[in-house]
């Protein structure tokens, strides 16, 4: 492989110089996978000895078009020799190309953009502007939800693995079951700031509701003047086989966050603001040094043309569809969940042994703390149902020993 030339440093060149030079410097907050990965391509990536894996689980849900698609890495290498970073104080000709081909693609109506740096932020932003659009503080949510780690958006995560006591959690904030549409018209009430939900959950186990849970949700917010919160962080820009999930119901949120694929890989969020709010908020209300920056707004730019240009969803869609028809084929699998390419198998047996094997395999897909029976996909939008089939044939493979053995 084709080493960048240093000057800070060699770089380590085995998996255990790797982990034992990072371990050493790092603050530990994640269990990792035993391996340092060095390039990607497409729907692959190398670790730094050379071995490659297939990417189903896309840096969780970051790389929708693909490791180092050539027009993001051209896009970011042009912008790097003209400006990597001015702030908001000044106008700027990237970024306002990256708002205008994040307009295109919003639904009618939310095309005001407000541009942050990661989901938990554009989160935050959300519920503030929902409670200072509607005067109201209630924040209805999932009780197993996740919306980001800082402490607003950690108000309206439901899980409880990050409801930590030491943390200063926000009043003011009720949980309901996904899909319990008299549970959330109970919790609102004579109305709420908001209801946020990711449309279709992931750490919380990747399932999808019925069309008629969405609408009724529309009909509860528009009656009592609650705003409706699309979460769209992962389920974002063509991952549901449509640009964004309410495509797929017939529905349309009053905002709707993103952040993980906005970008290609490089951090960047985005807030889809309905244009009546986004008219009513004043100078100084919101505001973030790096969010909008030139570096990440020239990747939303190319990731947003991409997304366009090679009808992303449209290859989510019928990839999703071919590949959940053929794992709900293979022994062991009860069923598949989740649309698009963000899917969950649901296996007749824990996950954990099952995806050690697909590791062994040079596959990488995700697990499910709140589901130990369900393997998360969340790959490349540009996954070919031919690239897929090692991971199908290597579940086939680890499915055929013995679920007792397999424990």
Known sequence: MLQPTRTLGAL????????????RWQVPTYSKWPIALAEG???????????????????????????CHPRLVAALR????????????V??????????????????????????????????????????????????????????????????????????????????????PYGDLAATEAAVGAGAACVILEPIPSMGGIRMAPPEYFRGLRELCTRT????????VQTGFGRTGTTFFGENVGVTPDLITGAKGVAGGFPAAVVFVREDLAARMKLGEQGTTFGGGPLACAAIAATAGI???????????????????????????????????IRGVNLDRPAKPVIQALFD???????????????????????????????????????????????
Do not use: W
């Open 12 to 23: 380590p060149t085995t998996n255990a110089s790797a982990r034992e030079q990072e371990d």
């Open 78 to 89: 042009e912008q790097a020799g003209r400006l990597v970073f001015y702030s908001n104080v």
């Open 91 to 176: 106008y700027s000709d990237i970024r306002a190309l990256a708002a205008e081909r994040l307009a295109t693609l919003a639904p009618k109506g939310l095309q005001r953009v407000f541009l942050c740096n990661s989901g938990t932020e554009s989160n935050e932003t959300a519920l503030k502007i929902a409670r200072k659009a509607t005067g109201r503080m209630q924040v209805v949510s999932l009780v197993d939800g996740f919306h980001g780690r800082t402490l607003g958006a950690l108000g309206a995560t439901g899980m409880p693995k990050y409801r930590d006591a030491a943390y200063p959690i926000p009043g003011q904030h009720a949980y309901v």
């Open 361 to 407: 395999a040079g596959i990488l897909v995700g697990s499910c703390e709140a589901d130990p029976h369900q393997i998360r996909l969340l790959p490349p939008l540009t996954l070919t149902l031919e690239e897929a089939e090692p991971f199908v044939q290597a579940l086939a493979r680890a499915l055929a020993v013995p679920a007792t053995a397999a424990v």
């Open 41 to 67: 391509r497409g729907s692959y990536v190398f670790d730094v000895e050379g071995r490659r894996f297939l990417d189903l689980y896309g840096g969780h849900c970051v790389a929708l078009a693909g490791h």
């Open 225 to 232: 003047g609650t705003l409706l919160v699309f979460d769209e």
């Open 307 to 341: 997304v366009r240009d090679e009808d992303l969803p449209g290859r989510a869609r019928r990839t999703g569809a071919a590949l959940a028809e053929r794992l709900g084929a293979v022994a062991g699998v009860r069923s598949v969940s989740g649309l698009g390419l």
